[in-house]
C-alpha cells in the first residue's frame, strides 16, 4: 500500500508533486497559492515538492514550509520525488499532451488535476478532478486524492496498444 496517510516518504507527511517547468502563461504561483489556501480548508498536512526554483515564486509561496523546491531535474533525478510522492498536481490546462498526468497513472498516484476532457482521457480514474478557480472544488480534490487508493495503469501508454487503438487494428 502506497500509505496515503502516512506519506509514501516514510515521514508521515503526504507528498504532492508538482512536475511541472514554470513559465509565466501557466500562472503557477496562482494555482500553488490556490493549493496551500485548499490545503488549510481541509486542514491536510502536506509536503508541496515543487521543480522550480522559490525565486520564480512569490514571498507567500516561496517562505512556506509545506513547499519544497528541487529545481528543474533531469528525469533520472527526479524519479525519486515520483517515488516519494502520494499524490500529484497538474494544475495547467496549457500543456501539448501532459505527460505528468501519463506518469502518474502509470505509475498509480492520484492526479489533482483541472476537470477538462483532457485530463479525463489521460488520467482516467487516477483523476480527482476540480474546477479551475474554484478553492472549494480543490480542496475537495485534494482531500480525496490524499485518501484514495490507485491501482497502477500502464496500459494505455504502452506503445503497441496505443498505436493499435489509434490505427484500428486492435
Excluded at 503497441?160 to 484500428?168: A, P
Aim: charged letters at 20%; glycine letters at 8%; hydrophobic letters at 45%.
Amino acid at each position: 500500500m502506497k500509505g496515503r496517510a502516512t506519506g509514501a516518504g516514510g515521514d508521515g507527511i503526504p507528498k504532492i508533486l508538482m512536475p511541472i517547468v514554470n513559465s509565466p502563461y501557466k500562472q503557477l504561483e496562482l494555482h500553488l497559492a490556490a493549493l496551500l489556501a485548499a490545503l488549510d480548508q481541509v486542514s491536510a498536512e502536506a509536503q508541496l515538492i515543487v521543480t522550480g526554483q522559490s525565486r520564480e515564486y512569490p514571498d507567500l509561496i516561496s517562505r512556506d514550509p509545506r513547499v519544497t523546491f528541487v529545481g528543474v531535474l533531469p528525469a533520472a533525478d527526479l524519479a525519486g520525488y515520483w517515488k516519494a510522492a502520494d499524490a500529484v498536481f497538474f494544475p495547467t490546462k496549457m500543456e501539448a499532451f501532459g505527460y505528468p498526468l501519463a506518469e502518474a497513472r502509470a505509475a498509480g498516484l492520484p492526479i489533482i488535476a483541472v476537470d477538462t476532457d483532457q485530463s479525463r482521457e489521460i488520467a482516467g480514474g487516477a483523476l480527482c478532478g476540480f474546477a479551475s478557480g474554484d478553492v472549494d472544488s480543490l480542496a475537495r480534490a485534494v482531500e480525496h486524492a490524499l485518501h484514495q487508493q490507485i491501482a497502477p495503469d500502464p496500459r494505455p501508454f504502452d506503445p503497441r496498444v496505443y498505436f493499435d487503438r489509434l490505427l484500428g487494428t486492435e
